[in-house]
């Protein structure tokens, strides 16, 4: 089993739907990252989380500790919301990474 | 500042050579990890240098090294390449005291 589990694996969507994706955890964590990898492979860093929520605009993070559990939103989806987003921990300096879930937007 | 910067962009090379691949970190970063993203496996810790110093590794054979100079900058090392060396290889470089990242816009090796 993976220590990173992402949910799910593939999303497709009507612009403007809300949008979640979900991260799921088995180890101790000293922080969370959400990364957006665009096609051609550049990747953004959105959000590091180590407790509670954070928001960027239509972007929402959310992390709960004891359930090991985190969940990314993104209000008012558009096209250009369209990549792959992967869940990242921080554990003993180390990243592990979930598989990523790939995001479509249909306009 | 500049970003994260790395070259080559791309690169074509066949079983058995050796290739470097190299970083550099936005200025004033000390910190650069390097990670490898393949379609099966996804994204991947190879290793971090801090200050020249290798701070941790990932599970990658011997015939993957790296090294970090004096300025920050970053080389990765793959010796006797395989085909499933092919993948996109990205650093990432951080500045002190701070988890977050930012990311280069990778090298994407191909073995052939």
């Known amino acids: 089993k993976n220590e990173v589990e992402q949910s799910p694996q593939n999303l497709t969507a009507q612009e403007g739907e809300f949008i979640t994706i979900n991260c799921s955890y088995s180890?101790?964590?000293?922080?969370l990252h959400w990364l957006q990898q665009h096609p051609g492979g550049g990747i953004v860093s959105l959000f590091m989380?180590?407790?509670g929520k954070k928001k960027h605009g239509r972007l929402i993070a959310t992390i709960n500790i004891q359930e090991k559990h985190s969940s990314l939103h993104i209000t008012a989806s558009h096209p250009r919301d369209s990549a792959v987003y992967i869940c990242?921990?921080?554990?003993?300096?180390?990243?592990?990474f979930g598989k990523g879930t790939r995001l479509h937007i249909l306009p | 500042k500049a970003g994260v910067t790395q070259t080559p962009r791309y690169l074509i090379k066949t079983r058995g050579q050796q290739v470097t691949l190299s970083c550099s970190p936005i200025?004033?970063?000390?910190?650069v990890s390097w990670y490898q993203q393949t379609p099966g496996q996804g994204l991947q810790f190879l290793f971090e240098?801090?200050?020249?110093?290798?701070?941790n590794k990932g599970n990658f054979p011997g015939r993957f090294s790296g090294r970090q100079f004096s300025n920050s900058r970053s080389e990765m090392n793959v010796s006797t390449l395989e085909l499933g060396d092919s993948a996109l290889y990205l650093c990432?470089?951080?500045?002190?005291?701070?988890?977050?990242?930012?990311f280069g816009p990778g090298t994407r090796l191909t073995v052939t």
């Open positions: 990242a921990v921080r554990k003993d300096d180390k990243i592990i």
């Open positions: 200025s004033g970063h000390r910190s």
């Open positions: 240098y801090f200050s020249e110093t290798q701070r």
């Open positions: 180890v101790g964590i000293s922080a």
């Open positions: 989380l180590s407790s």
């Open positions: 990432a470089s951080k500045g002190g005291g701070r988890y977050e990242q930012y």
